[in-house]
């Protein structure tokens, strides 16, 4: 069954220290709120939703942040149980000291890495990636053409990242429509609004839907975005 609706969730991670609650709780008021054919569940629907959502509490915040490793059977469970494809943002600890910060489609109860961010936020959350460890697949999936950045490393304005968005655009060709995923955390970027979705949406090609699915306080005025092709 093809995708047809896209959405984001914005999870305000600074005051809510339980993700998969808060996502549950919006889900169930969409499905009251929407139409018939909602209600019956999410089956034509990608939600996007944001960088780090293991992680619980403040992403800026040593002293209060923990990375919650059942996050992601649950995540599992509820796309399941909703009948929703999702792509979300986990920290990946693989035994090493830091984790890697990376972005996974999530559907029929299996998952399937899409990117590692390689752009360093200064949080010190994950371990900075290089190009020799590049991860950027573009999956075709259910009528989509479906890539993810993580957060600034879908910033169109950084240099050292051009290479990386050519070979990227190079892969979105093809069938099906194209869509860049972006989960974020921008609690605390210091950019005017407009700076932020003129590097990471406008700057993106017209034919392509770019979905931007943030993290930080209830009300922040860098909130998520969609912009459809």
């Not at 993700?19 to 999410?42: C, H, M, S, Y």
């Not at 990636?129 to 573009?138: A, I, Q």
């Not at 605390?188 to 700057?203: F, H, L, M, Q, T």
Request: glycine content about 8%.
């Amino acid at each position: 069954m093809e995708i047809r609706r896209v959405g984001f969730f914005h999870f305000a991670s600074d005051t809510n220290g339980d993700p998969i609650k808060a996502l549950e709780d919006t889900l169930n008021k969409a499905k009251v709120q929407d139409d018939a054919e909602a209600r019956k569940g999410f089956t034509e629907s990608l939600l996007v939703i944001p960088e780090a959502f293991n992680l619980r509490f403040d992403y800026f915040d040593p002293r209060s942040r923990t990375i919650d490793c059942g996050v992601r059977g649950c995540l599992i469970e509820l796309s399941q149980r909703h009948k929703i494809a999702i792509v979300a943002g986990f920290l990946d600890n693989h035994g090493e000291s830091l984790c890697h910060n990376c972005a996974y489609l999530i559907d029929e109860g299996e998952l399937k890495k899409l990117s590692r961010k390689e752009l360093s936020d200064g949080s010190d959350n994950y371990y900075v990636g290089s190009p020799s460890d590049r991860l950027d697949d573009v999956i075709e999936y259910r009528g989509l053409r479906i890539v993810a950045l993580v957060c600034m490393d879908a910033d169109r304005g950084y240099i050292d990242q051009g290479e990386r968005h050519e070979e990227i655009l190079n892969k979105l060709n093809g069938p099906g429509h194209k869509i860049l995923c972006i989960p974020s955390c921008f609690s605390r970027s210091r950019k005017p609004v407009n700076e932020i979705v003129a590097g990471y949406v406008d700057a993106w090609p017209a034919d392509i839907t770019v979905v931007r699915a943030g993290r930080g306080v209830i009300g922040s005025p860098r909130a998520s975005v969609i912009r459809l092709a």
